[in-house]
């Protein structure tokens, strides 16, 4: 601790609980009451230049457009804080909707709260708020697709690729705020450096953001997911990578029974009937439930202003613009898209390019499977037809008699010829 006091120059503080649904009493403790704790840790820090705050740009989620300011919380985070230490855990739990009103999740919530603990509880620090948006894999550094947990989109990638997921609930045409992860880490060095050189009168906010510089729908991210993984498929797909956007609840249910639960619970009898541990209603339920989590990001569009960020930029030197480069107007989304998909099957997957022609085998196995299981289904219910209906029947022994035709016309045909 007396060497953290007294040596460091700047702070940059990333540490968090990123998961949505964590109890209001853990993020409290990790996003605010933590922030408030390292505040005080770097007021008593004599060489301390910048203290460098990374939040999130969903912070205020609960708006649309969003603004480099710090919006005030309608319970002040002290009280929060104080609360927390005397409510017993089943109170927080029924509190929370309450407490955290149109914010769709703990963690939001408590990123907007932190923010609030830093503009009261600065004192004289020299501070910087930094809000990226949804973080994914490397776009350059130190090379592309880099990635190395499920959070984000990383995980439905995942689950898209290996054929689990065949439907999300999203507005294909609402903007996809993705930033690469080298982009934030510029973009926060950089921050750093002009906060602890220039010293600004007041916290600056600077969105990290892409789609104020160059925006990315959803529906075209998802594309080229699919048509990353067609090329270049992930091993041992569950069924035939294939997804789609779902508009509204009666779609979305019937695609969940359909496409999700359906071909779980046969897949389960299969390894039951095989003497095996079923296991995929449970991957399903998991998976179902993560994408309920995380489909409000995919169904609404937010506007971030960047004035901040672009005077930064214009801020560098040529040489500092080069290699803290966090221009976005630069990026090539499908490309990115598509080394993401890749940096998902190395880093994550942990799965080699050598397997490919196996993984494509694989996918032309389940594309038999899938026409082979499609047309007995189509033979069962008509069969089941006929058993019911006369009309039926009748047009099942004219295409039979037609065919019968069709052979007799053809064969007499070849035995003149011959
Ligand atoms: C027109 C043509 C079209 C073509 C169409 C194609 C169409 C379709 C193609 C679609 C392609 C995709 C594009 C769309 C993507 C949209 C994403 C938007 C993201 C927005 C994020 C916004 C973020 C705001 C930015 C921020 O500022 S924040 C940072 C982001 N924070 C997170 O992303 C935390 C999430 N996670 C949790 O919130 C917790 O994890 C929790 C999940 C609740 C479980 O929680 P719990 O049930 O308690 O259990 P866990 O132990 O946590 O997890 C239990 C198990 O679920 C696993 N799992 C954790 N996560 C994830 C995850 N993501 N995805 C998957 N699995 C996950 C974990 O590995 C563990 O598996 P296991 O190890 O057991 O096998
Ligand atoms: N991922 C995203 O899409 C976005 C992330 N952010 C923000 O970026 C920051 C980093 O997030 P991300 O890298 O995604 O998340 P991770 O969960 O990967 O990283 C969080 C970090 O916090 C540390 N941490 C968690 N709890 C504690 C604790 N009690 N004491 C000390 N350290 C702790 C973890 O340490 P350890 O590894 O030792 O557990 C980990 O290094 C967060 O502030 C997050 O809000 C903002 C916008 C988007």
């Known amino acids: 601790m007396q060497e953290l006091l007294s040596c460091t120059n700047v702070v940059f503080h990333c540490a968090a609980t990123v998961r949505f649904n964590d109890s209001l009493r853990h993020a ?22 910048a203290f460098i705050h990374i939040s999130t740009a969903f912070s205020n989620c609960n708006l649309q457009h969003i603004d480099e300011v710090i919006y005030p919380c309608p319970v002040e985070p002290k009280k929060i804080i104080d609360s927390m230490e005397w409510l017993d855990d089943a109170i927080v739990e029924e509190i929370t909707p309450k407490l955290i009103r149109d914010w769709p999740n703990t963690y939001t919530y408590t990123k907007a ?17 930094v809000r990226p ?3 994914g894999a490397t776009w350059q550094e130190p090379f592309p697709g880099w990635v190395d947990n499920v959070n984000g989109p990383s ?15 999203g507005a294909p045409m609402a903007v996809a705020d993705l930033i690469p992860v080298d982009t934030v880490v510029n973009l926060t060095l950089a921050v750093g450096w002009y906060t602890a050189v220039h010293r600004p009168k007041s916290t600056l906010i600077y969105h990290c953001t892409s789609s104020n510089f160059n925006p ?9 997911i699919l048509a990353t993984c067609e090329k270049i498929p992930f091993e041992r797909a569950f069924r035939r990578p294939y997804a789609d956007f779902t508009t509204n609840t009666i779609t ?14 046969i897949y389960d009898l299969y390894l039951r009937l095989t003497g095996r541990k079923p296991r995929m209603t449970k991957l399903m339920n998991r998976l179902l439930r993560t994408v309920s989590v995380l489909e409000y990001f995919v169904n609404r569009s937010w506007e971030w202003s960047t004035n901040n960020t672009e005077m930064l930029m214009s801020e560098l030197s040529p040489e500092d613009q080069r290699v803290f480069n966090f221009d976005v107007r630069q990026l090539n989304w499908l490309e990115y898209i598509e080394n993401y998909v890749l940096g998902v099957k190395k880093y994550l997957l942990k799965e080699d390019m050598a397997g490919v022609p196996e993984a494509k085998q694989h996918l032309r196995r389940l594309r038999n499977i899938h026409y082979l299981f499609n047309t007995a289904l189509f033979l069962i219910a008509w069969r089941l037809l006929i058993a019911r209906s006369q009309m039926a029947r009748n047009v099942w022994l004219f295409i039979v008699s037609l065919c019968y035709k069709c052979i007799s016309y053809f064969r007499a045909s070849s035995s003149l010829k011959a």
């Open 216 to 224: 990315c729908h959803w529906g075209k991210m998802g594309f080229q």
């Open 155 to 169: 995980g439905l990638i995942i689950a898209t690729g290996k054929g689990f997921l065949r439907a999300l609930r």
């Open 28 to 49: 409290v403790q990790l996003n605010v009451t933590a922030t408030q704790k390292l505040l005080l840790m770097a007021s008593q820090m004599p060489k301390l230049e």
């Open 252 to 265: 979305t249910q019937y695609q969940n029974a359909v496409s999700h639960w359906a071909p779980a619970i």
């Open 113 to 129: 709260l932190g923010e609030m603990v830093v503009h009261q509880e600065s004192g004289n620090l020299n501070i910087a708020i």
């Open 133 to 135: 948006s949804i973080v």
